[in-house]
């Protein structure tokens, strides 16, 4: 008759597990060196985040006697248990806001689909971070290692990539699907171009309220700008070995901007979605992804002249369509001073700054306007010579991310932690950045007007 591990014998005291040990047992005892490391700390704290999806371990660490501000001074970012597991909700409620997904990890019910995310002290700063997949019942389980420093890119890299294995992987239980580096690439500066200032928490500080609300394709202009984009074929089949730190920056903009591409195509967030969820039915990526895209793309050669087209519009670098400056200015004002109906003026109808529009108006009728304002500057940016089309990306950008913010705004966020956004102060920065972008355009307008171009004889 075999003997009960947990009956202790006559005469011995029974050992007790350290949480972390319990834990393990408790979701099947996954052995891997790093998890059999973290186990042997016997002050081991253990934080099950808000949708219980991330159960985040790590060191027990004192508390300290007062807050300070959350303004690390550096890039890294210190983890703890508790505030990692409010983080990686952040990470996840901004992952699922880009594709306009509910949170339905628990769909298929038990507990597969968890992401187990251990904080090892002993690990190095710099070494490779990678999700580990291990089969669950019928399903999937995520395991993340961690040291206790690490950058905030780095983090959420890691965090986006395990969310999009849970969700390609949400139904497969036979084998795993893997994504495409550009793909996790692109959401991850997504994420990281488009969510609240500080979105890794540090350990005993304030919360930061403020929001990124500029600066959302800056570094893809910047990059693209001293740099030639990467095609369609470079960003599917990057040769990481031979890339060092330049060249990484430049494919992470150009994975951001071919996402970004992608999104706005029709239905954009909802076809990721099913690309992504399709990735099991295929052995390569790209069967998938032709398959959902069909009407757009038939093959990859259309893929790949669809992309170009779509950098030559975003750079706009075809100068001999260009418009001239004075002409491009003069469309940009128009486009800038909407025709609509004052408040108590009757029937009569003047041009009205976009800056009211955004500051007076609800938001109901504002946004009619604003997303006519974004049709028109797009039709605009077309034409634009290239030291005039910086300044339209930058409105455009300003107009969209307001849309966006104010549409969420007055409603509680989706994870603990985020502060709850106020209207007032998002049409306060709208205004604000408004007015800066018209200040850059009256000192474009006071420059000179560039030479047309030259063109070659034929010879």
Known sequence: MPTDPTCPEPGRVPRTRPPFRRLLAHLGAFLVPWIAAAADFPDTHTAISRSGQFVVSGPRTPQPTALSPSTPSDS????????????CERVKSEFLRLLQLPDLWRASGGQAGK??????PLRSTNAPLTV????????WQFLIALPSRTTEDRLVRILVQALVLELANRSSPSRVAEAPLWLVEGLT?????????????????????????????????????RHPPLSFHQLSQPDLDRMDERQWDLYAACAHLLVRELS??????HRLTDWIARLPDHWNWQSGFLEVYRPEFHSLLDVEKWWSLSLALFTGRNAAQAWSREFTLRKLDEALHPVGLLPGAGNQVSR??????????????QSQVLRRFLQQI???????????????FRYS???EEYLAARRQAGFAPASRGQPILSTRILVRDAVSRLRELDGERARLAQLPESPSPQHAPPP
């Open 115 to 120: 992401i187990l995310v251990g904080i090892d």
């Open 352 to 365: 009205v700054p976009l800056e009211t529009i955004v500051r007076d108006w609800d938001f109901p009728r």
């Open 76 to 87: 890294f970012r210190e983890l703890q248990a508790p505030t990692l597991a409010v983080s």
């Open 132 to 139: 580990q997949v291990t089969p669950f019942k019928p399903g």
């Open 264 to 269: 706005h195509l029709p239905q954009g967030p």
């Open 397 to 399: 950008d300003a107009v």
């Open 189 to 225: 500066q997504s994420v990281l171009r488009s969510a609240p200032k500080n979105l890794v928490l540090q350990p005993h500080s304030r919360t930061d309220a403020s929001f990124l609300m500029s600066g959302r394709l800056d570094h893809v202009r910047d990059q693209l700008a």
């Open 378 to 392: 797009h039709a605009v940016r077309l034409h634009a010579p290239p030291d005039i089309a910086p300044l339209i």
